[in-house]
């Protein structure tokens, strides 16, 4: 799917993931992680992040007090320094980066931090995490940016057909 279309797609489909993801909670924890982590290895079989980057243009991470410490130390810049080049805090206290693309996302979508790069990073798209019942709010927002998130849903949804 182009990446332009997705957003809409993934708004207009909106509500039968929410209905999907109401009925997957009465299914066991373990169960839905196993769903999840399955659909998650297939997606990214044929998704490749090189070819994307939608989540390092589009979004940004929250980035925690030991990301600040150790980008910091890898720019070779104080915390505070890194603070106020790049971050700021938003409505929730957390940091975040002062502007979307990313500053460090190289022009080939490569990420110029990428051995220190936030844990929220590595972590994205949360998919293979376990408790995937906590994170339902969360996958429904990423489906309208991840290309492989709006893939798990669907694959998931017409399991339930
Ligand atoms: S939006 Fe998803 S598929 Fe695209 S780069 Fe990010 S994690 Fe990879
Ligand atoms: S730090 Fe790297 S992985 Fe994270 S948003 Fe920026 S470019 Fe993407």
Request: hydrophobic share 35%; net charge positive.
């Amino acid at each position: 799917m182009e990446l332009e279309s997705l957003s809409s797609k993934a708004k207009s489909l909106r509500k039968e993931h929410k209905r999907l993801l109401t009925k997957l909670k009465a299914k066991k924890g373990q169960e839905i992680d196993r769903m999840f982590q399955e659909q998650h290895e297939i997606a990214f079989q044929s998704i490749d992040c090189l070819e994307c980057a939608n989540c390092c243009k589009t979004t940004g991470p929250l980035l925690t007090d030991k990301d600040v410490v150790r980008i910091a130390k890898h720019l070779k810049l104080s915390p505070q320094q890194f603070i106020e080049q790049f971050l700021r805090i938003d409505e929730d206290e957390d940091y975040v980066l002062q502007s979307v693309p990313c500053p460090f996302l190289d022009h080939d979508n490569f990420c110029s931090i990428y051995s220190v790069r936030p844990k929220a990073c590595r972590e994205y798209p949360h998919t293979d995490r376990v408790k995937q019942k906590q994170l339902f709010s969360l996958a429904l927002k990423n489906a309208e940016v991840c290309p492989a998130v709006f893939q798990i849903l669907e694959e998931i949804r017409k399991g339930f057909k």
